[in-house]
C-alpha cells in the first residue's frame, strides 16, 4: 500500500478526518469540477452501452436459434423448458479430447473471496512510533437494570479530529471537536511534551488529572505475549482488515487492533480500527490518512496554560458567597486541598460515576456536606487532592462546571449565578485558605471553612434508589429524581421521611481514594433497591458452575481487587478519556 507522505500535514489529516484512507477517494477529492463531470458523463456512456451488449447477448441466445420451421418458435413448450434449463455451452468449454492450455485459463482467483486468506498467518504488525492520523474516539459503557433487564448504552465521549505521537521523545498532539454525556459539544486540544501534558477545553486550561498520567503510545500493547491473529478477515470501513486481540480475562480487559490488509505488501502496517473494552467501559479509535511522522513543528505549551485566566473581581456584596458543598467522603476537622461540589453536581457526578462504572463507589462509604464562605474572584478549577494542588491560582477559588458539561469558552467559572443544570464543582487549596486573623479577600484569602453540617453513608442513598433515579433522569436529561433523593436524604434523619441519619465516620479520609482498598460495600450492581425499600438488600454471592463457592467467591474477589486497582481512580471528566486509557496501559504495559 504506497502512501504518499510527502505533503501530508497534521491539518490535512485534521480536515479529513473520519475519511476513510482510500486512495481512490482521495483521487476523486483531488479533480476539478469539470472532470468530475467528464468521468460521470464516460461512466453513463459505459453503462449503457454494456446494457446495449447484454441486450444483443440475451437475443443472440434465446431468439435466434434455428428449429427447422424457418427460424418460427416450437409449440412444445415441454421441450424448450428442458433445453433452455440445459443451455448448450459446449463451445466455451475446454475440450477435454484436447491437451488443455492453463496458461490461456485467466487467473481470476483474486476477484472471489480466498478462504485461504482467513488460515493464512500474518506476522505481528509493525507499527511506525511516529505518525499522524485522523481520529475518531467513540467511549460509551452499556448500562443494565437488573430489576428491568433494561440496557441502556452511555456516551461518554465522541471525539472527531487529529492525532499526532511521537512515541519516542513522547511528543503528542490531540485536536478536534468532542461531542459529551448528554450532547454538549466542546473544543479540545492535548499536548504532551515529554513529561509534561495540558489539555485547552474551548478557552480554558484545564491541567487537573492532565499532567499525571503516564505517556504510552495507543499501539503500546501490540508486542505483549497473548496477541493473536483473529481467525478470519474483518471489513472495517469498507477495508479488508487483519485482526490481532489481546485478551486478559481476569480484568475483562480485551484488545483489537484492525490492520490494512493490504498495508503488509509494505515495511510499516496501517492501523484501521482499534476497539478497546476495559471492562465495561468502550472505546472505539477509528483511524483515517494515517501516515508515518508526526506533524509537531508546532507543538508548543498552549497559551491558556501559560497565563491561567482569573474572573474579574466584583463589587460588594457581591464579592462574597455563602456556600452548602458536598464532598464524597468523610472531611476531617481541617482538611486541606480537597474539592467540593454543590448539590447538582453531585447528583451528576454520582450518576456519570454509576453509568461509567469507574470503581468510583467501591471506594466511597460516606458524603458530606459542608459550608464555606469564599471570594468570587474565581480562578480555574485546580487538581486538588491528598494535601496537593496543581493547577490553582493563589488568591482564589477553583470553580468549573462539572465534567465540563459547558459551551462557555472557560466552562462556566465566571457565571453570575449557578445556572448550570449540572453544578459546579469547587477546588479549594490551602494556600488560599484563609488564616484565622484574615477576612475573605486579604492578601491571597480566598476562602473560610465554615465545617460540616452532616456525614451520611452512601449506601443510605444507594437504599433509596440512587440507582433508579439516575437511569430515570439520563432518560429524560435532568437531575430531578437523583436532586430529590439527595435533598430528603440530607434534610431528615428519618425513614418515613426518606431521610438519611447522620453519622460519625470510622475513618476520617478527604481523598477520593486515599488507599486502593474498597469499602465493605459490594459493587454497585449488587444493589437495586425498589422504590419502597429503605434498607439495600445485599446479594449473596453464588458459585459459578465450574467450581466451588468459596473458589469462585476468591477467584470474583481477585478480579473485583484488580479491576478497582486498574480502575479505582479514573476521571471522566471532559477529556480525561484519553488519559484514562493511558493510565490504564501504563498499569498494564
Same mark, same amino acid.
Given at each position: 500500500?504506497?502512501?504518499?507522505?510527502?505533503?501530508?500535514?497534521?491539518?490535512?489529516?485534521?480536515?479529513?478526518?473520519?475519511?476513510?484512507?482510500?486512495?481512490?477517494?482521495?483521487?476523486?477529492?483531488?479533480?476539478?469540477?469539470?472532470?468530475?463531470?467528464?468521468?460521470?458523463?464516460?461512466?453513463?456512456?459505459?453503462?449503457?452501452?454494456?446494457?446495449?451488449?447484454?441486450?444483443?447477448?440475451?437475443?443472440?441466445?434465446?431468439?435466434?436459434?434455428?428449429?427447422?420451421?424457418?427460424?418460427?418458435?416450437?409449440? %412444445?413448450?415441454?421441450?424448450?423448458?428442458?433445453?433452455?434449463?440445459?443451455?448448450?455451452?459446449?463451445?466455451?468449454?475446454?475440450?477435454?479430447?484436447?491437451?488443455?492450455?492453463?496458461?490461456?485459463?485467466?487467473?481470476?482467483?483474486?476477484?472471489?473471496?480466498?478462504?485461504?486468506?482467513?488460515?493464512?498467518?500474518?506476522?505481528?504488525?509493525?507499527?511506525?512510533?511516529?505518525?499522524?492520523?485522523?481520529?475518531?474516539?467513540?467511549?460509551?459503557?452499556?448500562?443494565?437494570?437488573?430489576?428491568?433487564?433494561?440496557?441502556?448504552?452511555?456516551?461518554?465521549?465522541?471525539?472527531?479530529?487529529?492525532?499526532?505521537?511521537?512515541?519516542?521523545?513522547?511528543?503528542?498532539?490531540?485536536?478536534?471537536? %468532542?461531542?459529551?454525556?448528554?450532547?454538549?459539544?466542546?473544543?479540545?486540544?492535548?499536548?504532551?511534551?515529554?513529561?509534561?501534558?495540558?489539555?485547552?477545553?474551548?478557552?480554558?486550561?484545564?491541567?487537573?488529572?492532565?499532567?499525571?498520567?503516564?505517556?504510552?503510545?495507543?499501539?503500546?500493547?501490540?508486542?505483549?505475549?497473548?496477541?493473536?491473529?483473529?481467525?478470519?478477515?474483518?471489513?472495517?470501513?469498507?477495508?479488508?482488515?487483519?485482526?490481532?486481540?489481546?485478551?486478559?480475562?481476569?480484568?475483562?480487559? =480485551?484488545?483489537?487492533?484492525?490492520?490494512?490488509?493490504?498495508?503488509?505488501?509494505?515495511?510499516?502496517?496501517?492501523?484501521?480500527?482499534?476497539?478497546?473494552?476495559?471492562?465495561?467501559?468502550?472505546?472505539?479509535?477509528?483511524?483515517?490518512?494515517?501516515?508515518?511522522?508526526?506533524?509537531?513543528?508546532?507543538?508548543?505549551?498552549?497559551?491558556?496554560?501559560?497565563?491561567?485566566?482569573?474572573?474579574?473581581?466584583?463589587?460588594?456584596?457581591?464579592?462574597?458567597?455563602?456556600?452548602?458543598?458536598?464532598?464524597?467522603?468523610?472531611?476531617?476537622? =481541617?482538611?486541606?486541598?480537597?474539592?467540593?461540589?454543590?448539590?447538582?453536581?453531585?447528583?451528576?457526578?454520582?450518576?456519570?460515576?454509576?453509568?461509567?462504572?469507574?470503581?468510583?463507589?467501591?471506594?466511597?462509604?460516606?458524603?458530606?456536606?459542608?459550608?464555606?464562605?469564599?471570594?468570587?474572584?474565581?480562578?480555574?478549577?485546580?487538581?486538588?487532592?491528598?494535601?496537593?494542588?496543581?493547577?490553582?491560582?493563589?488568591?482564589?477559588?477553583?470553580?468549573?462546571?462539572?465534567?465540563?458539561?459547558?459551551?462557555?469558552?472557560?466552562?462556566?467559572?465566571?457565571?453570575?449565578?449557578?445556572?448550570?443544570?449540572?453544578?459546579?464543582?469547587?477546588?479549594?487549596?490551602?494556600?488560599?485558605?484563609?488564616?484565622?486573623?484574615?477576612?475573605?479577600?486579604?492578601?491571597?484569602?480566598?476562602?473560610?471553612?465554615?465545617?460540616?453540617?452532616?456525614?451520611?453513608?452512601?449506601?443510605?442513598?444507594?437504599?433509596?434508589?440512587?440507582?433508579?433515579?439516575?437511569?430515570?433522569?439520563?432518560?429524560?436529561?435532568?437531575?430531578?429524581?437523583?436532586?430529590?433523593?439527595?435533598?430528603?436524604?440530607?434534610?431528615?434523619?428519618?425513614?418515613?421521611?426518606?431521610?438519611?441519619?447522620?453519622?460519625?465516620?470510622?475513618?476520617?479520609?478527604?481523598?477520593?481514594?486515599?488507599?486502593?482498598?474498597?469499602?465493605?460495600?459490594?459493587?454497585?450492581?449488587?444493589?437495586?433497591?425498589?422504590?419502597?425499600?429503605?434498607?439495600?438488600?445485599?446479594?449473596?454471592?453464588?458459585?459459578?458452575?465450574?467450581?466451588?463457592?468459596?473458589?469462585?467467591?476468591?477467584?470474583?474477589?481477585?478480579?473485583?481487587?484488580?479491576?478497582?486497582?486498574?480502575?479505582?481512580?479514573?476521571?471522566?471528566?471532559?477529556?480525561?478519556?484519553?488519559?484514562?486509557?493511558?493510565?490504564?496501559?501504563?498499569?498494564?504495559?
Amino acid at each position: 500500500m504506497d502512501i504518499d507522505v510527502e505533503d501530508q500535514t497534521f491539518d490535512d489529516a485534521y480536515r479529513n478526518h473520519g475519511k476513510p484512507g482510500n486512495p481512490a477517494i482521495n483521487w476523486w477529492n483531488g479533480l476539478e469540477m469539470k472532470w468530475k463531470i467528464a468521468v460521470i458523463v464516460g461512466l453513463v456512456a459505459l453503462i449503457i452501452l454494456f446494457l446495449v451488449v447484454v441486450a444483443f447477448a440475451i437475443n443472440l441466445f434465446f431468439f435466434s436459434g434455428d428449429d427447422g420451421n424457418g427460424g418460427s418458435s416450437n409449440n %412444445n413448450n415441454s421441450t424448450i423448458v428442458e433445453t433452455n434449463s440445459q443451455p448448450n455451452n459446449t463451445n466455451s468449454l475446454p475440450d477435454s479430447s484436447n491437451p488443455v492450455d492453463t496458461n490461456s485459463i485467466p487467473d481470476d482467483t483474486n476477484s472471489l473471496p480466498d478462504s485461504s486468506d482467513d488460515e493464512k498467518v500474518y506476522p505481528p504488525p509493525f507499527l511506525p512510533a511516529s505518525y499522524t492520523t485522523g481520529l475518531s474516539m467513540l467511549v460509551y459503557v452499556t448500562f443494565t437494570n437488573e430489576n428491568t433487564n433494561v440496557t441502556t448504552d452511555v456516551k461518554i465521549e465522541d471525539f472527531s479530529g487529529a492525532y499526532a505521537n511521537d512515541a519516542d521523545a513522547k511528543n503528542l498532539k490531540m485536536m478536534g471537536t %468532542n461531542q459529551m454525556w448528554q450532547n454538549t459539544i466542546l473544543t479540545m486540544l492535548i499536548a504532551s511534551l515529554g513529561e509534561e501534558q495540558y489539555q485547552v477545553i474551548n478557552e480554558q486550561c484545564t491541567q487537573d488529572g492532565v499532567s499525571d498520567l503516564e505517556f504510552q503510545d495507543l499501539f503500546f500493547w501490540i508486542g505483549f505475549d497473548g496477541v493473536e491473529q483473529d481467525e478470519s478477515t474483518t471489513i472495517v470501513s469498507g477495508i479488508e482488515c487483519i485482526g490481532w486481540t489481546l485478551s486478559l480475562g481476569m480484568t475483562d480487559i =480485551e484488545l483489537t487492533l484492525y490492520i490494512d490488509i493490504d498495508s503488509y505488501d509494505e515495511d510499516t502496517q496501517v492501523p484501521v480500527q482499534m476497539v478497546a473494552n476495559f471492562g465495561g467501559i468502550y472505546y472505539e479509535f477509528q483511524f483515517s490518512n494515517f501516515f508515518e511522522g508526526a506533524q509537531l513543528a508546532d507543538l508548543e505549551i498552549p497559551e491558556q496554560c501559560v497565563d491561567l485566566f482569573v474572573c474579574e473581581a466584583k463589587e460588594a456584596p457581591e464579592d462574597q458567597i455563602a456556600l452548602d458543598l458536598y464532598f464524597m467522603g468523610a472531611l476531617p476537622d =481541617e482538611p486541606a486541598d480537597f474539592y467540593g461540589s454543590d448539590a447538582n453536581s453531585l447528583a451528576t457526578n454520582l450518576c456519570y460515576t454509576i453509568f461509567t462504572d469507574s470503581g468510583y463507589l467501591e471506594f466511597i462509604e460516606y458524603i458530606s456536606r459542608f459550608t464555606i464562605a469564599a471570594n468570587t474572584t474565581w480562578g480555574p478549577l485546580a487538581y486538588c487532592v491528598d494535601e496537593f494542588c496543581e493547577g490553582a491560582v493563589d488568591g482564589t477559588v477553583g470553580r468549573q462546571v462539572t465534567l465540563t458539561l459547558s459551551s462557555d469558552p472557560h466552562l462556566g467559572q465566571c457565571d453570575k449565578e449557578n445556572r448550570n443544570l449540572y453544578g459546579y464543582d469547587y477546588s479549594l487549596s490551602s494556600s488560599s485558605e484563609c488564616t484565622s486573623d484574615q477576612e475573605l479577600g486579604d492578601d491571597d484569602c480566598a476562602w473560610i471553612y465554615g465545617g460540616v453540617q452532616k456525614v451520611v453513608e452512601l449506601e443510605c442513598l444507594i437504599g433509596y434508589g440512587l440507582y433508579n433515579a439516575c437511569l430515570a433522569d439520563y432518560k429524560t436529561a435532568t437531575l430531578t429524581n437523583t436532586q430529590n433523593l439527595i435533598d430528603l436524604a440530607f434534610s431528615y434523619n428519618t425513614a418515613d421521611q426518606k431521610g438519611c441519619p447522620n453519622v460519625v465516620p470510622d475513618d476520617y479520609s478527604f481523598s477520593y481514594f486515599s488507599s486502593l482498598t474498597p469499602s465493605t460495600l459490594p459493587p454497585y450492581s449488587a444493589y437495586y433497591a425498589t422504590p419502597e425499600s429503605t434498607v439495600p438488600a445485599k446479594k449473596t454471592a453464588t458459585a459459578s458452575a465450574s467450581g466451588s463457592g468459596s473458589s469462585a467467591k476468591q477467584a470474583a474477589e481477585l478480579k473485583r481487587l484488580t479491576r478497582s486497582k486498574l480502575f479505582g481512580d479514573l476521571d471522566f471528566s471532559s477529556g480525561k478519556s484519553l488519559s484514562n486509557f493511558f493510565k490504564i496501559a501504563s498499569r498494564i504495559a
